[in-house]
């Protein structure tokens, strides 16, 4: 039985990061630090005329000022469609020039100085504007402001319309949202003597932006360093090269010292990367007996002036469309549209928690068509393990029925036998809690709604390697060092890492050191993203690992002289596996014989793995593009005043099929952070975006969910002991919140179309059934977030059409 796996253990950076001894982005100074400010564009869509920054040059404290005139001869980023300064601003967030000056307010005034005229360009803010014939191109290059489509079928659509004995249709409008992380993007470039770049970031991807960023500069990479800083959290925000990051440089080489350029939280809203807005119009199909048919969906997504990873987003909305449960006939269909609004990128979820949102509404609505409990529909067409869906999506373990199982469980279980449970201690304070039923104003309608979603697990292979490597060192004093090329963004996993090492060489998860931060020293990897780290990166570590062991078995084995067989680790001793009662030895002792004699060797153990997966294919989209797939279900439970449209969200149970948890508390950390992330989705977050202006762009009015808002949440860890991964886990980081938008809104209609609770003061499982008082038509919302005003407006438009 192990002894770490399994182990609820703190994250082990969070003493310094409690007591503020970490080192992030923002808190890096080097000698002769100068500030960089940009100047972004006035307008949406304008041609740059002319530049006079020599006032700016002038000011007292001003190193460097640069503009277009300045750009190395490349461009760069996933459409090759970036420069770091702009002769045509395409966008409000263009970068027209960019000073350097000894601290910020001097770089601040030198911006004001600058002089800058345009000539308007016709601005494109929708993608039936951008598609319209004689429509101005925003990149004429291209050709086309449509820049990518994505055409994915399985099956016969038209025989599964044939065997359709109910066909359902709807349109939904998804918003812009943006990552919110507390720390703003932040980077500091310093070009040192011999001409070498070192980037101390805020990145995701460490090598990618290596790479990407010799691109941009026109450099070769081995001139660069990329440094990590501590990252409180990312959400997909640094999972590409943004022009900022080579504006530092340039302001660098310009000025010979070394630059800091951090956002204020104005910019992040303004110049970081959104989740894209989309249009969508979804078709599907049922048997009588409860069996799906088809599903068909078309999407047109607004991609913004540039394209970013947020562009592959519909990858992900097809496999949540064509491989979330059993379907044999599909349709997708995606556009990705060049606007003159923000530019977007990745999010967690990467396209899922979209995806979901419509597939999992327009199940719970044939469910009802059907006269069916949601759940029991659900469990009919769930995955099954050691199964092959039509995309080519191989399942090996799948714990889906058993998630929809267990939140079914949770909507019926009462308060006094619910487990662990989240914000329990602020329900009392702010009134989520459900009150009596007698005591609720009659507008107050309860009901609880569900969802599903299914996820990589075992990494994305959207790159050509999705592979990370990994060193594990024993010095002479049994200290282990694990130095992997995966990337910590404050999800945790230096600590589960620690655990997989400690747990293969015997010895404590403290006694492991994780070294990740520094391109000159780790290994290669992808970079952290599609909830791969624990999978990809844990087997790299497990079996650098292995291989340490294996070098101190063989020497432990001469000095006991037994065979390295017979040996096992634990205690920090190595011991006979059949005789635990023998002298065992020290692990230091046994290092330092390795290393102090005559051809003496040290240990160091070597990692790296590249999961058996492939990319889709071009022209089909099929392919096993994950070596596991997680699953998870989630119950909310919500009350709905019907005056106001305000709904609070009471309860939220999350069964995550997890594979296997290597440090419980983390995945819950995981899944709680999802759920939050989730409910911000679903009820208060949107950019609000007008003539591409954010009007918004500030945590006063765009509305997170707080600690004080949160609803008390029930997390359900579900095991399925993967194969593939290491000890048996499987990736949950993005999970966590891709069904809440969908589960809260089957549960705002299970409300409104039931009226009051009737299982004393909780409603019922699905409220197939009408509850009794109330309305007989419950409102679905398809346009996010469900705002008090969209949910008024909608019970105001049901009560019109049914008076």
């Known amino acids: 039985m192990s002894s770490h796996i399994g182990q609820r253990l703190p994250k082990l950076d969070a003493p310094d990061k409690a007591a503020g001894r970490a080192t992030y982005g923002h808190d890096v100074r080097l000698p002769g630090l100068l500030h960089g400010k940009i100047l972004y564009s006035a307008h949406a869509h304008a041609r740059v005329v002319r530049v006079d920054a020599s006032r700016a040059e002038r000011l007292p404290g001003v190193k460097c000022v640069l503009t277009a005139a300045d750009n190395p001869p490349t461009h760069f980023g996933y459409g090759k469609d970036q420069t770091a300064f702009k002769t045509i601003a395409r966008s409000r967030r263009d970068e027209i020039a960019a000073v350097a000056a000894v601290d910020p307010d001097v770089a601040a005034q030198a911006l004001s100085l600058i002089e800058v005229e345009y000539e308007p360009l016709p601005a494109l803010f929708s993608v039936a504007a951008a598609l319209a014939p004689g429509a101005p191109l925003i990149h004429p ?68 932006l290596q790479r990407d960023l010799a691109e ?9 360093r990329i440094i990590q800083t501590a990252i409180g959290g990312a959400f997909g925000r640094g999972l590409d090269i943004y022009p900022f990051e080579p504006i530092a440089a340039l302001l660098s080489l310009r000025s010979g010292r070394p630059v800091r350029v951090a956002f204020s939280r104005r910019e992040e809203f303004l110049a970081g990367p959104a989740r894209q807005p989309a249009e969508v119009l979804i078709r599907a199909g049922a048997r009588r007996d409860g069996r799906l048919t088809f599903r068909d969906v078309s999407t047109a997504l607004d991609i913004g002036a540039y394209v970013s990873w947020g562009s592959v987003t519909p990858l992900v909305m097809m496999e949540t469309t064509a491989s979330l449960y059993k379907i044999p006939h599909v349709r997708f269909q995606a556009d990705c549209i060049y606007t003159n609004n923000l530019v977007t990128g990745a999010m967690r979820g990467y396209g899922n928690p979209q995806s979901t949102f419509f597939v999992e509404t327009m199940m719970d609505r044939l469910a009802e068509a059907l006269g069916m409990d949601p759940v029991e529909f659900r469990l009919i067409n769930a995955n099954e393990p050691n199964s092959t869906t039509p995309q080519g999506l191989v399942i090996t373990s799948c714990g889906l029925k058993e998630c929809l199982q267990a939140v079914a469980a949770a909507a019926d279980r009462p308060a006094a036998a619910r487990g662990r449970a989240v914000g329990g201690g602020q329900t009392a304070a702010h009134g989520p809690e459900p009150t009596p039923q007698a005591a609720q104003p009659n507008s107050l309608k309860r009901g609880v709604g569900f969802a599903a979603t299914l996820n990589v697990g075992g990494g994305a292979r959207i790159y050509r390697s999705d592979g990370c490597g990994a060193t594990v060192k024993v010095d002479d004093f ?46 290669w990897d992808v970079g952290v993203h599609a909830s791969r ?38 205690d920090g001793r190595i011991r006979l596996a059949d005789a635990p009662d023998a002298p065992a030895l020290p692990l230091s002792r046994v290092v330092r014989q390795r290393h102090f004699r005559q051809g003496g060797q040290i240990v160091v153990g070597e990692g790296w793995y590249d999961p058996p997966t492939q990319m889709v294919d071009k022209d089909t989209y099929k392919g096993n593009i994950s070596a596991a797939y997680g699953f998870g279900a989630q119950m909310a439970e919500v009350e709905v005043d019907e005056e106001t449209g305000r709904v609070r969200v009471l309860r939220l149970a999350c069964a995550n099929d997890i594979g296997r948890a ?29 003539d591409g202006q954010v009007l918004n762009p500030d945590f006063h009015h765009y509305r997170l969910f707080t600690a004080a808002d949160m609803p008390e949440i029930e997390t359900i860890l579900v095991e399925t002991d993967d194969p593939g991964g290491p000890y048996g886990a499987k990736g949950v980081g993005e999970m966590g919140g891709t069904p809440t938008a969908a589960a809260i809104a089957n549960a705002i209609y299970d409300a409104t179309k039931g009226g009051a609770a009737s299982k004393g003061g909780a409603a019922s499982k699905g409220g197939a059934a009408s509850k009794g008082g109330g309305a007989a038509i419950g409102i679905r919302l398809t346009e996010l977030p469900m705002t008090p005003e969209r949910v008024l407006a909608a019970i105001l438009q049901r009560d019109q059409e049914t008076a």
């Not at 249709?169 to 507390?182: I, K, Q, W």
């Not at 500069?217 to 081995?222: K, T, V």
């Not at 589960?496 to 010895?507: D, F, P, R, W, Y």
């Not at 294996?550 to 067989?565: C, H, N, R």
């Open 662 to 690: 290597i440090n419980p508390m983390a995945v819950e950390g995981q899944i709680e952070g999802g759920a939050q992330m989730g409910l911000g989705y679903a009820l208060s977050e949107e950019l609000i975006v007008a």
């Open 533 to 570: 780290t624990t999978f990809i990166a844990g087997n790299a570590a497990h079996l650098a690992a292995l291989d340490a062991r294996s070098q101190i078995f063989e020497t432990a084995a001469e000095m006991l002289g037994v065979s390295p067989d017979r040996l096992t680790a634990s």
């Open 216 to 224: 941009a500069l026109g450099i070769p990479g081995s001139q660069i």
């Open 141 to 208: 290059e291209h050709g086309s402001n449509l820049f990518q489509t994505y055409r994915y079928e399985h099956g016969d659509l038209a025989r599964g319309e044939a065997e359709s004995d109910l066909i359902l249709e709807s349109r939904y409008h998804l918003p812009y949202v943006n990552h919110a992380c507390m720390e703003t993007s932040v980077v500091v470039a310093h070009y040192e003597q011999g001409g070498r770049l070192t980037l101390w970031s805020t990145t995701q991807i460490p090598f990618l």
């Open 478 to 523: 049994g200290h282990v060092t694990l130095i992997t090329g995966s990337t910590e963004i404050g999800q945790g996993s230096e600590t589960v890492l620690a655990q997989i090492v400690a747990e293969a060489l015997g010895v404590q998860p403290q006694e492991v050191a994780v070294v990740n931060s520094d391109t000159d020293i780790k290994p």
